[in-house]
């Protein structure tokens, strides 16, 4: 594994970031052989759960999605026995490949909208963002009927599709979308400003503008060029596996699954190029014009040598159970299994490895980690004591 850090300030790649003391991103080390892995939710059972997630409408319900197109929802009690659905739209939904039901987000204030968000693909040739609404008289289920579609993206072909939802702070709904699929970008899609394949988008929906069913924000970075798209955030991504926030300073996390070579972790700026497909990783992809003026290296990057060969995105641990987690990107990878901390100095710790496949990380209420696996089972990491 090759480690960087996360600001070079000396390296021309990595221009207009801002330059930070790595002294303040370093953590404590974690003490070896600490933390564990257990079964969360050791009754239920899920199909290919690719998402997890937890509304703040103090009801403590999980809510897990599955890749075939429904959501369960159920109490977040370990000894829980039943899961119902939320929401079913598996006749809705195309799975081949890489297709599914790939992410959900409530609203910020679903405990007064009822608003959920979902990326599904109708189609193999398409993916859209919709937005449904629970139920008048159930709060465990969501009407069917409520659809609203507020943005579709083509689909070249049936992988690379990224899904992953999420609020920000501002209040805006930020979209990872990866660059289409096909070997190497063969469409240069992630360099692309004029499609939205290969960025993460941010749009505001509780606004509308003209022919629209969401607005744009008035500072989203390329708002009145005609040559981009305004939705996009940041770009250059091949496929941005799951992002997340971090709670405590809003940063931006991504996993972003390599090519042939490597995986990398990118702290998403606003208007960054992080380079798919000039570069995989820090190197360039393939040999071609490597011209990485204006782009943005990862924070971390490793190879796969080991087995490790798909990477997906995790969180920066906030919750009170692992206390020396507090502060680390907890990440793992689909095919090893196994499962690392990262702070933003770039130091990079394995935690353990697990033989699962990770297809998603997850937090409840209270900030705690869970990890959607596709043995059908979700994961808590935990303390060794």
Same mark, same amino acid.
């Given at each position: 594994?090759?480690?960087?850090?996360?600001?070079?300030?000396?390296?021309?790649?990595?221009?207009? !970031?801002?330059?930070?003391?790595?002294?303040?991103?370093?953590?404590?080390?974690?003490?070896?052989?600490?933390?564990?892995?257990?079964?969360?939710?050791?009754? &239920?059972?899920?199909?290919?759960?690719?998402?997890?997630?937890?509304?703040?409408?103090?009801?403590?319900?999980?809510?897990?999605?599955?890749?075939?197109?429904?959501? $369960?929802?159920?109490?977040?009690?370990?000894?829980?026995?039943?899961?119902?659905?939320?929401?079913?739209?598996?006749?809705?939904?195309? +799975?081949?490949?890489?297709?599914?039901?790939?992410?959900?987000?409530?609203?910020?204030?679903?405990?007064?909208?009822?608003?959920?968000?979902?990326?599904?693909?109708?189609?193999?040739?398409?993916?859209?963002?919709?937005?449904? $609404? !629970?139920?008048?008289?159930?709060? #465990? *289920?969501?009407? =069917?009927?409520?659809? *609203?579609?507020?943005?579709?993206?083509?689909?070249?072909?049936?992988?690379?599709?990224?899904?992953?939802?999420?609020?920000?702070?501002?209040?805006? &709904?930020?979209?990872?979308?990866?660059?289409?699929?096909?070997?190497?970008?063969?469409? %240069?899609?992630?360099?692309?400003?004029?499609?939205?394949?290969? $960025?993460?988008?941010?749009?505001?929906?509780?606004?509308?503008?003209?022919?629209? #069913?969401?607005?744009?924000?008035?500072?989203?970075?390329?708002? %009145?060029?005609?040559?981009?798209?305004? =939705?996009?955030?940041?770009?250059?991504?091949?496929?941005?596996?799951?992002?997340?926030?971090?709670?405590?300073?809003?940063?931006?996390?991504?996993?972003?699954?390599?090519?042939?070579?490597? =995986?990398?972790?990118?702290?998403? =700026?606003?208007?960054?190029?992080?380079?798919?497909?000039? &570069?995989?990783?820090?190197?360039?992809?393939?040999?071609?014009?490597?011209?990485? +003026?204006?782009?943005?290296?990862?924070?971390?990057?490793? %190879?796969?040598?080991?087995?490790?060969?798909?990477? +997906?995105?995790?969180? !920066?641990?906030?919750?009170?159970?692992?206390?020396?987690?507090?502060?680390?990107?907890?990440?793992?990878?689909?095919?090893?299994?196994?499962?690392?901390?990262?702070?933003?100095?770039?130091?990079?710790?394995?935690?353990?490895?697990?033989?699962?496949?990770?297809?998603?990380?997850?937090?409840?209420?209270?900030?705690?980690?869970?990890?959607?696996?596709?043995?059908?089972?979700?994961?808590?990491?935990?303390?060794?004591?």
């Amino acid at each position: 594994m090759k480690r960087i850090g996360f600001i070079l300030c000396s390296i021309s790649l990595l221009l207009y !970031v801002s330059c930070s003391d790595e002294s303040d991103l370093a953590l404590t080390p974690i003490p070896q052989n600490s933390i564990t892995i257990t079964n969360a939710f050791s009754n &239920l059972i899920f199909s290919s759960p690719l998402d997890l997630q937890s509304p703040e409408d103090g009801t403590n319900r999980i809510f897990v999605a599955e890749k075939g197109g429904v959501i $369960k929802t159920f109490e977040n009690r370990e000894l829980v026995e039943d899961a119902s659905t939320f929401l079913d739209i598996s006749s809705r939904t195309a +799975t081949t490949s890489e297709l599914g039901l790939l992410g959900i987000a409530f609203h910020p204030k679903y405990s007064t909208n009822g608003f959920l968000y979902v990326t599904y693909t109708p189609s193999e040739d398409l993916a859209v963002i919709s937005r449904f $609404k !629970v139920s008048e008289t159930d709060i #465990n *289920t969501i009407d =069917e009927s409520s659809e *609203t579609i507020l943005l579709q993206i083509p689909q070249p072909f049936t992988n690379h599709n990224g899904g992953q939802l999420a609020f920000g702070s501002d209040g805006y &709904l930020y979209i990872a979308s990866g660059d289409g699929g096909g070997s190497g970008d063969p469409n %240069g899609n992630a360099q692309n400003l004029d499609n939205l394949l290969g $960025k993460i988008l941010r749009i505001d929906v509780n606004m509308e503008d003209p022919g629209l #069913n969401y607005a744009i924000p008035t500072d989203n970075p390329f708002v %009145g060029d005609e040559n981009a798209r305004s =939705e996009i955030y940041a770009y250059g991504l091949r496929n941005p596996w799951r992002f997340s926030f971090d709670v405590q300073t809003n940063t931006i996390w991504t996993g972003d699954v390599g090519q042939d070579e490597l =995986e990398e972790i990118n702290i998403i =700026e606003k208007g960054g190029n992080y380079g798919w497909n000039i &570069l995989e990783g820090t190197s360039c992809y393939q040999n071609t014009d490597c011209n990485t +003026t204006r782009t943005i290296g990862p924070v971390f990057e490793y %190879g796969h040598s080991t087995n490790d060969k798909s990477i +997906t995105g995790g969180y !920066v641990y906030r919750g009170t159970k692992i206390p020396e987690l507090n502060g680390y990107y907890i990440y793992g990878d689909f095919v090893s299994g196994r499962i690392w901390a990262l702070d933003q100095s770039g130091n990079n710790q394995l935690l353990l490895g697990t033989g699962l496949g990770i297809s998603s990380f997850g937090t409840d209420a209270s900030n705690e980690l869970y990890i959607c696996s596709f043995d059908g089972k979700i994961y808590q990491l935990m303390a060794d004591n």
